[in-house]
């Protein structure tokens, strides 16, 4: 706003004050995670009808969580624009390694100086366990059959299949 004054036609004061323009909370939207070789990638829309770019943070539910918690996040955290398509990596072999879980979410939560809306995925798996290890693997034959003798292992017992492929070098 502006107030001038005016005496005997001469100017006195002018007091020129700038309407500071209120900050509009940002917003996440469109949050979808899907396991990413035992990470997850997640992707995201932001929106903030100021143009302000934002920083976000993720955090996880699910495995080994019962509540909220921090995420280890892969990726620009800060300094983000609104648009479509942003996209973090979540670390979930690191906070949930070898832990296989099936009721994960993550949520992603904007700040632009004014904490934001909240954002939310999808329910999804994760297969962050250990690998199965097939060791001890020896072969005898006789003009006929082959033996194949071997060692599995699989640290939470899960089911294992086994393919046996051969090759001639003929």
């Not at 007091?15 to 940002?26: F, K």
């Not at 396991?35 to 997850?40: E, L, R, V």
């Not at 699989?154 to 089911?159: A, C, M, S, V, Y």
């Amino acid at each position: 706003t502006m107030s001038v004054q005016r005496s005997n036609d001469a100017l006195l004061t002018a007091n020129v004050a700038a309407a500071e323009r209120a900050n509009h909370a940002p917003v996440v939207l469109n949050v979808t995670a899907v396991d990413y070789y035992g990470d997850a990638l997640v992707v995201f829309d932001l929106t903030d009808v100021d143009w302000d770019q934002s920083d976000v943070s993720m955090e996880y539910i699910g495995g080994s969580q019962s509540t909220w918690v921090s995420a280890t996040v892969t990726g620009t955290t800060t300094g983000l624009y609104p648009s479509s398509g942003h996209a973090l990596l979540w670390r979930a072999s690191i906070d949930e390694d070898g832990v296989e879980g099936v009721n994960y979410q993550v949520r992603i939560t904007p700040n632009d100086g004014m904490v934001g809306t909240t954002g939310v995925s999808n329910v999804f798996s994760l297969d962050n366990n250990d690998i199965s290890v097939a060791s001890n693997v020896n072969t005898t034959s006789t003009s006929v059959d082959i033996l194949i003798t071997y060692d599995l292992a699989d640290t939470e017992g899960d089911l294992m299949d086994i393919v046996v492929q051969y090759g001639s070098s003929n």
